[in-house]
């Protein structure tokens, strides 16, 4: 396993408050690693440090191999990037903005086919300042994915995306998994870092509290499942760590089917929320 992104002890301070305190990370190469915390942990932060866009105060980092503070164009070229605030291109038509910032890359994408990805054909010729937000946002991702990187940062990249939009966006990034893009994304979508993320950080108050695939994070793997049914006309419920004996010693009762049968397991959500609230409890306390 290569890594292709790495960082140690990173901290960054705006005046006395710590935005991040002392991060370590490592993503994989062809790892789609998600940053989850909530407003104000530190994210964009992270991810604009990493990508060289910001300074830090200390800590280590490498980035395809290179410290991203010393990086030169070459490395550049090799990252795609894209930022929580849209980029502004509102002189030009969707088309050009896609073909030009293509054209500053050695190894970009053909730009109708990056538009037919991100579902921006019909809008090639709209001026960019015409895009509703979602339609915008499309774009971003397409000025981000467009010159073939090897790691791409997308800072909560489906941010307005009506629902088919994000399925749509979900098979895009899965589709540059498979061709070997490493990508680095936060999100306040806990669905799309469960359909998205090998695994998921958790930063609170810039400290990275958790870091698991997002089927075992906070013991989810572990957690009670919640098993539902109907008898005699009434709700019934039991939680139980054994949900497969449970439910096969009630089948032996009902002599077959169970009425109105349900297992429900916490979701990434669920286990996320109590993460960052005994977090803050934590906190807090000191
Ligand atoms: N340029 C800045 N100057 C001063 N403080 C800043 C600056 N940028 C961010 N901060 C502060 O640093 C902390 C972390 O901000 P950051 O934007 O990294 O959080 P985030 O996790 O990305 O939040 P969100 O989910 O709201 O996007 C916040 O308390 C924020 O107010």
């Known amino acids: 396993m290569t ?3 790495r960082a140690r002890g990173l901290r960054k301070n705006y005046g006395d408050a710590a935005a991040l305190d002392g991060v370590d990370l490592d993503v994989a190469t062809g790892e789609i690693f998600a940053l989850l915390g909530p407003n104000g942990a530190g994210k964009s932060t992270a991810v604009e440090i990493l990508e060289g866009l910001r300074d830090r105060d200390s800590g280590e980092v490498s980035v395809l ?3 991203p503070a010393r990086a030169d164009h070459r490395w550049r070229a090799r990252i795609g990037v894209v930022l929580q605030e849209a980029r502004d291109f509102t002189m030009l038509r969707v088309g050009e903005a896609v073909r030009q910032f293509g054209s500053y890359y050695p190894a970009h994408r053909d730009p109708d086919e990056v538009l037919a990805a991100v579902g921006l054909t019909e809008q090639t010729r709209t001026l960019t300042s015409r895009l ?11 000025l981000g994915i467009v ?5 791409l940062f997308l800072d909560e990249p489906t941010t307005g995306f009506d629902p088919a939009a994000r399925r749509q966006f979900w098979e895009l990034i899965r589709s540059l998994r498979s061709s070997g893009t490493t990508v680095l994304l936060t999100t306040h979508y806990l669905d799309e870092a469960e359909a998205l993320a090998d695994r998921v950080g958790v930063l609170v108050r810039g400290r990275l509290v958790e870091v698991a695939a997002p089927e075992r ?5 572990r957690a009670e499942a ?8 009434k709700r019934c419920e039991q939680a139980t760590p054994e949900p497969t004996r449970f439910i096969a010693e009630l089948a032996t009762l009902f002599h077959g089917e169970i009425p109105g049968l349900s297992v429900v397991r916490p979701s990434l959500e669920d286990i996320y929320l109590d993460l960052i609230g005994s977090e803050s409890e934590h906190e807090g306390g000191r």
């Open 147 to 151: 010159g073939g990187p090897e790691l």
């Open 65 to 67: 191999g290179t410290d």
């Open 3 to 5: 890594t292709a992104l």
């Open 226 to 233: 919640v098993v539902t049914w109907e008898e005699d006309g």
């Open 132 to 142: 509703s937000g979602g339609q915008r946002r499309r774009l971003d991702v397409a």
């Open 217 to 221: 994070l906070g013991g989810r793997d």
